[in-house]
């Protein structure tokens, strides 16, 4: 079939090739068999691939490319960012197990209780947790002028590792974001002496500065908080 490539393609594969209902058929599908092997379907097949981008087409996946590129980068954590008040904290997302909405829960306080971080005991699905308070543990302060533009966003976070559980309120949970050792910060002085203790580095997310917790030694200091 001779090929014009100054008209416009009409498509006739859709009307009266191989995918096309139209009568009379193609006289050149005696020829070619298929449309795929008629030079009409092939030129128009180089034709999509040598058209002009759209508009925006190439910075959308010059962003796209360098976000999969610094995600990938080794040695990457994933984690999950909290808030506490008015800190913004942060914990490996390995050992979280559940974040749960408060009013599903029922707390029962555990009578004569000597640890302040012991809240009481918690019903997860049936099973008995205990709940505790890392406001208390990190020494966070109560804010007493809250801002009135921030939305309070409660929920309780199930934590675990090696059989143990812990279960625990927080003001708000930001989400899952992953981070890079290389935006590790040393923790400054000024953080006060309880919180830095359980803080192994700091970073800025967008416009957060996020303590990165040691849950293992958090961990560890709830068991003993309880005893």
Known sequence: ???????????????????????????????????????????????????????????????????????DLPGTISVVIFRIEEEWLALRTQIFAEIIDPARLNRHIIPHRK?????????????????????????????????????????????????ERWVFPVNEIYGIVRVHPSIFQNVPVTVFKAQSTYTKEIFQYKD?????????LLRHSLTRSVQ
């Open 208 to 216: 957060k500065h996020v303590a990165f917790l040691d849950d293992e």
């Open 1 to 71: 079939m001779a090929l014009d490539k100054k008209q416009p393609m009409e498509h006739c594969w859709k009307r009266i090739g191989i995918w096309g209902r139209e009568e009379p058929r193609c006289p050149e599908l005696k020829k070619v068999i298929h449309c795929s092997n008629c030079p009409v379907f092939n030129y128009a097949g180089r034709d999509l691939f040598e058209r002009p981008l759209p508009e925006g087409y190439r910075e959308e996946w010059s962003d796209l490319l360098a976000t999969v590129k610094s995600e």
């Open 115 to 163: 640890s302040s971080v012991l809240m009481g005991v918690i019903n997860v699905h049936g099973d008995i947790q205990l709940c505790v308070s890392l406001k208390v543990l990190l020494g966070i302060e109560a804010n007493v002028s809250k801002k009135e533009d921030r939305r309070e966003y409660k929920r309780m976070i199930v934590i675990g590792g090696e059989g």
